[in-house]
DNA sequence: ACCCAGGCGTTCT
DNA sequence: AGAACGCATGGG
């Protein structure tokens, strides 16, 4: 008998305890800044980067637009990929200025799944950012889905389907839509791959799968 | 000197 | 539809 998504979360919460502010940013496009930088790289060079925008003061659309492409690719550089995500953070800014006066949290007065399909149509913008900008910049019942995500899944044997879709609807139907529990269990899996496990595909020394291996077995 | 890091877009088969 | 590849820097 497999454990259940709301199971494993729960493993993960007596283990690690409720993470608070793991996302933390000082607005919402700060956060869907850092949903860009973190593609592929570290989240230190992105704290670095974003610091470093910060201090030019250009953490927002207009001053981002207006500061242009040169100088946010200096800005950014230690994030790698820096001429690219230069690009994506104008079209980003561009895009908010433009559809919601410059606030992104003006975003929030349109259903969610009209704006994952408007963050999809932006270059740059995947589904692990979309849902990381809706889940975290908006507060939007939006599950991430992760290489921490289908990493954990596998190691643990937990079969949600194949592709990235029918993973991220199996966590928000086991959290009924529920921002909050969504958030929390990514937010955990996160910490945990990255505090014990990292990139072994099967972590003999783990804690957590070693307690869920005895749950399983104690269910049958 | 490798290998990986909280992807995405383009360009092939 | 899916695989391969480029993007580019920083840290272990």
């Known amino acids: 008998m497999a454990l259940s998504i709301s199971e494993v979360a729960l493993?993960?919460?007596?283990?690690?305890?409720?993470?608070?502010?793991?996302?933390s940013a000082e607005t919402p496009f700060e956060v869907a800044v850092g949903a860009i930088l973190t593609q592929r790289t570290s989240w230190a060079n992105v704290e670095s980067s974003i610091d470093a925008l910060k201090r030019e003061g250009l953490l927002t659309p207009s001053r981002l637009v207006?500061?242009?492409g040169a100088k946010v690719e200096m800005l950014v550089r230690r994030t790698g990929f820096y001429r690219q995500k230069s690009k994506y953070l104008l079209e980003l800014a561009s895009y908010v200025q433009d559809e919601y006066g410059g606030d992104l949290l003006n975003m929030s007065r349109r259903p969610q799944y009209q704006l994952r399909e408007e963050l999809l149509k932006l270059r740059g913008?995947?589904?692990?950012?979309?849902?990381s900008i809706l889940l975290y910049a908006l507060s939007m019942p939006s599950f991430v889905v992760d290489a921490y995500t289908t990493r954990f899944l596998?190691?643990?044997g937990l079969d949600l389907g194949q592709g990235y879709d029918s993973i991220?609807?199996?966590?928000?139907?086991?959290?009924?839509n529920d921002s909050a529990r969504l958030s929390k269990a990514h937010a955990l899996i996160v910490i945990h791959c990255k505090s014990r496990c990292r990139t072994i595909p099967v972590c003999n020394g783990c804690p957590l799968l070693c307690s869920c291996r005895l749950e399983a077995e104690q269910k049958e």
């Open 125 to 131: 913008v995947g589904p692990e950012t979309a849902d």
């Open 154 to 156: 596998a190691r643990l």
């Open 11 to 23: 493993l993960l919460e007596q283990e690690y305890g409720s993470p608070v502010g793991w996302w």
């Open 168 to 176: 991220k609807q199996s966590f928000e139907s086991a959290f009924e």
């Open 66 to 68: 207006d500061a242009g």
